[in-house]
């Protein structure tokens, strides 16, 4: 299949592309191309310009900046998962990027193309809402920073205004340990539901920090900080990991569609917690577990 004809602008600069953009109504950025095009192709999107930002350096450098680590939006899912500084600081996002797709996919598509794009059954905006990314977005006029858990409004909707180009995150260095679990029905698919967990304890087993995060069971990556507030100072068990598991399930809100119903993905969801919390707490280096009817 091929796509409807565009016009097509490869800018040198970030300055260049927002520029471009203020001047465009209908223009879309083209970073991996690894969603854009296959909607395109679908014609599921028909932009009437692409203004493709990979020659851009300035947006492909990880940077650290202390607290965090600052990424360029442009830095494909393939460096993410080997990057060094990525693996020493945030090792869930470099354990995550195994689940995404296949190598081809990971070689091409980019951090910034899988945020701006808000698939709600995607990893990284899953993490992004766990530890709390924040989001440098820039356009012609101003640069700012939006929160993850402002920044995902619904399926494929974000806070993006269409003159505004995602330029870099910050990704805060994770502080206690984290474990991704997630349940596919092929290797390489999207995943039915994603939990991502992070769990920091005192010195006396109780719980300092417990955050649960997501995907596949809404609109947009879920996650309720207040709920997490009520487990803190609680003594960490398998029986608390279950408490969180079952309580979580209640409150999502699922709903059917042709993969699965929304009772499955409830049922899910409270499985993939628990053994998420579970390994976490066990078996801190484990970091990522997927599951599906595939060999693995
Ligand atoms: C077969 C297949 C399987 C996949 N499986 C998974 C999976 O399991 N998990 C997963 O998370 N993803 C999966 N993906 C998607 C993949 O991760 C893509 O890389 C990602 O969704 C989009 O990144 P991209 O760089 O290719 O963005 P593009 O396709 O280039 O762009 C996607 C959207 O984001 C916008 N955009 C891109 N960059 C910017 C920017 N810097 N600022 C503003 N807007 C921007 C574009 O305009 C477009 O609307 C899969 C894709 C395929 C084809």
């Known amino acids: 299949m091929k796509p409807p004809a565009f016009d097509y602008y490869r800018p040198e600069s970030i300055s260049e592309a927002t520029s471009l953009l203020k001047t465009m109504d209908d223009a879309k950025i083209l970073a991996g191309g690894q969603s854009l095009i296959p909607m395109m192709n679908m014609r599921l999107a028909r932009p009437q310009a692409l203004i493709d930002i990979n020659r851009i350096q300035a947006l492909t450098s990880i940077n650290d900046q202390g607290e965090s680590l600052r990424v360029g939006a442009l830095v494909r899912h393939c460096e993410l998962e080997t990057n060094p500084l990525v693996q020493r600081y945030v090792p869930l996002v470099s354990q995550a990027e195994g ?7 990971r070689s091409r598509g980019t951090i910034g193309g899988s945020l701006a794009h ?7 905006p899953v993490l992004a809402v766990l530890y709390d990314w924040d989001l440098i977005v820039e356009s012609a006029d101003q640069t700012r920073t939006i929160p993850a858990r402002d920044f995902f409004l619904s399926y494929f909707i974000t806070a993006l205004d ?3 180009i995602l330029t870099a995150i910050d990704i805060p260095k994770q502080n206690g340990r984290g474990h991704i679990s997630e349940y596919a029905i092929r290797a390489g698919d999207f995943a039915l539901a994603i939990a991502a967990v992070s769990v920091r304890l005192t010195a006396d087993n109780l719980i300092d920090d417990v955050r649960v995060a997501l995907g596949g069971v809404a609109d947009v990556p879920w996650r309720d900080p207040q709920l997490e507030e009520q487990w803190r100072n609680q003594s960490a ?3 608390l990991w279950r408490d969180i598991a079952h309580v ?5 809100e699922p709903t059917d569609d042709l993969q699965a119903s929304a ?3 409830r049922q899910l969801a409270e499985t993939l917690v628990y053994r998420a919390l579970q390994k976490a707490y066990r078996d801190p280096d484990a970091g ?3 599951e599906g009817s595939f060999d693995r």
Not at 99 to 105: D, L, Q, S, V
Not at 118 to 124: S, T
Not at 248 to 252: G, K, L, P, Q
């Open 263 to 265: 009772a499955y993905r």
């Open 288 to 290: 990522s577990t997927m």
């Open 99 to 105: 689940f995404i797709g296949h190598t081809a996919i």
């Open 118 to 124: 808000a698939d709600p059954a995607a990893e990284l």
């Open 162 to 164: 269409p003159t505004e």
């Open 248 to 252: 979580v399930s209640e409150r999502i």
């Open 237 to 239: 068990s398998p029986d």
